[in-house]
């Protein structure tokens, strides 16, 4: 079953411009992830935020967290041709094994 | 160089062949894991290793099967495919399973089954 949802499905934008998707989940989370995968290809982790922080940063990348409200949204700033992917957010079941349950992800492109 | 390794990348089968997906990580991980992705569904977990000789169900585990004999392998085994298994499946592997952990993802293994 999908846990995390992502909004928008899909986002196309100018070089230079910022990007931000969204993630909402349904039960509540230990940690949840950000992942990149080029057309066809496996995932990439690109972040980590746990329960109890609020935001991250990692290069261009900015994550938030909003437990009160099951959501997190991931920012890439001056967006570049290369940032074109999809990018999934990935929460934890609360119990190691059945790791993480991925969102359907949005598909960003980034026009130079 | 660390990495996950899948073998195929590419097969075209006949339902009712049975194959196997062969996946190796050289990072001396724990966990190992098989997802499927299909459009508009996100990826689901099919099974997870949480170490040698320990398999549990994920998700989606009906007409997959699963081994871990070594600690760097992890083969995806379909007895007997059928057309709703076309997929693109991925292996991934972390340290130790926990939610904290990264996975690691291999390149993918496109399946069509006729």
């Known amino acids: 079953s999908q846990q995390g949802e992502e909004d928008p499905q899909a986002l196309s934008i100018q070089e230079g411009e910022n990007a931000t998707m969204n993630c909402s989940y349904k039960?509540?989370?230990?940690?949840l992830q950000w992942y990149r995968q080029n057309s066809g290809r496996g995932l990439v982790h690109l972040i980590l935020?746990?329960?109890?922080?609020r935001e991250k940063h990692s290069g261009r990348l900015r994550v938030t967290l909003d437990t009160s409200k099951k959501s997190s949204s991931l920012l890439i700033t001056a967006s570049r041709a290369a940032d074109t992917a999809s990018y999934f957010c990935?929460?934890?079941?609360?119990?190691?094994?059945?790791?993480?349950?991925f969102g359907g992800g949005t598909r960003l492109m980034v026009k130079p | 160089e660390a990495q996950v390794t899948q073998n195929p990348r590419y097969l075209i089968t006949v339902t009712g062949k049975k194959l196997t997906v062969t996946c190796s990580q050289n990072?001396?991980?724990?966990?190992m894991s098989w997802y499927r992705q299909d459009p508009g569904l996100g990826l689901r977990q099919i099974y997870y290793?949480?170490?040698?000789?320990?398999?549990d169900k994920g998700d989606v585990p009906e007409g997959y099967k699963v081994s871990r004999k070594e600690k760097r392998n992890f083969p995806l085994i379909l007895e007997s495919p059928s057309p709703n298994q076309t997929s693109l499946y991925f292996c991934?592997?972390?340290?130790?399973?926990?939610?904290?952990?990264?996975?690691?993802f291999g390149p993918g293994t496109r399946l069509t089954v006729l």
């Open positions: 290793s949480m170490n040698v000789e320990v398999t």
């Open positions: 991934a592997s972390s340290l130790q399973g926990r939610p904290s952990d990264t996975q690691y």
């Open positions: 990935a929460t934890d079941a609360g119990y190691a094994g059945n790791m993480l349950t």
């Open positions: 990072m001396n991980h724990e966990y």
């Open positions: 935020i746990r329960s109890n922080e």
């Open positions: 039960t509540s989370i230990n940690n």
